[in-house]
């Protein structure tokens, strides 16, 4: 039985070719013709005036933080339902974090209790300087009151764009909110450089000052002179060529991720208590990338839990996944402060990531939804394994 991946990326011709051509042109040290290329195609595709091309997405978060004056003594507010990436940029910067819970319907920020955390903060003494809303699994944040809610109260937006390249929210883009945004390229993104990300911006000071400070922070002069802390944070040429040639196939595969969404949503219609994280209210996953699927299972009408879910299908050479745990339960950010309804903690029980790489057949697709169904009938009926 072929295994099954969660997010496998997905390499044609169309992308040796690019890296061919990088390694013959003889661009191999870092930056090159492709890295420009590359950061001109992405700023134009999210619709922002431009691009740093960078080692990592935690990279490009981290780099938006220091502009946003994150540093020890400050606060910056995250979702608590995120990769780890995001709170580690803002440790890098030594500021403190503070962890806001889910919106159950779609599981990214609530964004009320993000203003709300932020006005609590406030009034215990807290210097809060920025918020990361985080597009979870490919799908935007609730801008519209996150943008009007922090601009009210001086606090910077960056948005973690990292899963949701090709989403858009209203018609704007994924990558375009904010003073700067990050994407990811790593191995199992929606489209990935092998391991890269991008800072994005319209402020093109913001971006100067971030690529100075990805190359070590050298000043304009003829031997190496430094007056600040710099990072080798900046893309290969070889890897930004990879790039290229995957954003020529990313409608494509996000399409498939697509195709892939809605077979999941038909094969899952009949089963009560089985949702489909992000679908329907307050507004359809039309504009959603598909990054991955997730489903929420309600323990009452099935007694069975994310952990079961994810052994059953793994025992079927299936990758399967939890939702992201919360940060607010990881011992490292044990001292963090946090703003909690519980949604994410119920999120993390009940929910799974199913398998949703643009390379999946539709064969695997019904191989994962019967072993899912399997799954939750064996454990709704447990009497039938042992007295039939
Ligand atoms: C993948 C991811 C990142 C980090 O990106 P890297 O390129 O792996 O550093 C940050 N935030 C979120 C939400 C992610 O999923």
Not at 1 to 13: D, F, G, V, Y
Not at 151 to 164: C, I, P, W
Not at 247 to 268: F, H, K, N, S, T
Not at 290 to 315: F, K, N, Q, R, Y
Request: net charge negative; glycine share 10%; with cysteine.
């Amino acid at each position: 039985m072929n295994r099954i991946h969660l997010s496998k990326a997905e390499i044609t011709e169309v992308e040796e070719e690019f890296v061919l051509d990088a390694l013959r042109s003889g661009w191999i040290a870092p930056l090159g013709p492709h890295v420009d290329a590359f950061e001109h195609e992405i700023a134009e595709r999210c619709g922002v005036a431009g691009a740093l091309a960078l080692s990592s997405g935690t990279a490009a978060l981290h780099l938006a933080l220091l502009h946003a004056a994150a540093a020890p003594g400050t606060t910056v507010v995250v979702p608590t339902m995120t990769f780890a990436a995001t709170a580690n940029a803002v440790a890098y910067t030594g500021a403190d974090l503070a962890f806001v819970d889910s919106r159950e319907d779609d599981g990214n920020v609530e964004p009320r209790l993000l203003l709300r955390a932020i006005d609590e903060l406030r009034a215990e003494g807290r210097d809060v300087v920025a918020a990361i809303p985080v597009d979870l699994f490919g799908r935007c944040a609730d801008y519209p009151i996150l943008e009007e809610g922090l601009a009210a109260r001086g606090v910077a937006l960056v948005e973690d764009a990292a899963e949701a390249l090709g989403a858009s929210l209203d018609g704007r883009p994924a990558g375009c909110f904010g003073i700067a945004a990050a994407l990811s390229f790593n191995g199992n993104k929606i489209m990935t450089t092998s391991g890269g990300g991008m800072l994005l911006s319209d402020d093109t000071d913001l971006l100067s000052r971030a690529r100075y400070l990805s190359t070590q922070a050298r000043q304009p002069v003829p031997w190496y002179e430094h007056t600040d802390i710099g990072f080798n944070y900046r893309m290969s040429n070889i890897l930004a060529a990879l790039g290229r040639g995957q954003l020529q196939r990313l409608d494509g595969m996000i399409q498939r991720r697509r195709e892939i969404r809605q077979m999941y949503v038909d094969g899952l219609a009949g089963l009560d208590g089985v949702r489909v994280l992000g679908r329907g209210w307050p507004r359809d996953d039309r504009d959603d990338n598909c990054w991955l699927t997730s489903v929420v299972v309600d323990p009452e009408t099935w007694g069975v839990g994310a952990d079961a879910i994810v052994s059953a299908l793994s025992a079927q050479n299936i990758e399967a996944r939890h939702l992201w745990k919360p940060m607010h339960l990881q011992p490292v950010f044990a001292g963090a402060s946090r703003h909690l309804t519980g949604a994410s903690e119920k999120l993390f029980r009940q929910g799974v990531n199913l398998p949703s790489g643009a390379s999946l057949t539709d064969a695997d697709i019904d191989r994962v939804l019967s072993t899912f169904r399997n799954c939750l009938e064996g454990a709704r009926w447990p009497h039938r394994s042992t007295h039939v």
